[in-house]
């Protein structure tokens, strides 16, 4: 058979209250303590978060100087693309110029390409007239060897009439 439990006794208001004042002291000390470990965790964080706030105050003070700095170099950077536009308006004046110039050396080669077949034309004009001239030096050179060989046929008929006429006369005086 199984045995009965004995029967509690009941314990009086007293007893209660002080078994329930030792269960809340001990709660308070361990809520005690572990607020202290939370304290002293909470203080080691706040430690951390001056670190950071020290370290971000730093970050800050050098993205202030990058900030600066970037400024600086944007309104450097403005003045070389406005010195580079002025160059390049500068150049787009030396294409037209130059554009010019090509429209005026079109019209030097067009005038060049004229004179040049104006040349061509006039040249063969002198050729032929140097070959006619050749033709009529060459006749007068041709007349003049036909001259020359008449009038040494001439001297050397005369030559034979002379020395005919002395043997005449010779021979009229005999």
């Known amino acids: 058979m199984a045995k009965k439990k004995p029967a509690k006794k009941t314990r009086t208001i007293d007893q209660r ?22 304290d002293r965790g909470l203080a ?7 670190q950071i706030d020290r370290r971000l105050a730093q ?11 970037l400024a600086r170099n944007d309104r ?16 787009e004046q030396i294409d037209g110029r130059f554009a010019q110039i090509d429209r005026r050396f079109d019209v030097v080669d067009l005038n060049f390409r004229v004179l040049r077949n104006e040349m061509n034309e006039r ?7 140097i070959d006619r001239l050749a033709t009529h030096v060459d006749g007068f050179m041709k ?12 001297k050397e008929q005369m030559n034979r009439f002379e020395e005919r006429l002395t043997r005449i006369e010779v021979a009229q005086r005999n």
Do not use: S
């Not at 970050?59 to 700095?69: G, K, M, P, S, V």
């Not at 450097?76 to 002025?86: P, W």
């Not at 007349?143 to 001439?154: A, K």
């Open 76 to 91: 450097r950077i403005e003045q070389i693309d406005r010195r580079l536009a002025q160059i390049d308006r500068r150049f």
């Open 17 to 38: 209250f002080t078994t329930i004042e030792r269960l809340l002291r001990t709660g308070f000390q361990r809520t005690d303590v572990r607020f202290q470990q939370i």
């Open 143 to 154: 007349l003049h060897e036909t001259l020359d060989i008449e009038m040494r046929v001439m």
């Open 59 to 69: 970050n800050n003070r050098r993205i202030e100087q990058i900030d600066r700095r």
């Open 44 to 50: 080691r964080n706040d430690r951390r978060i001056e």
């Open 123 to 129: 040249f063969a004009g002198v050729e032929d007239r």
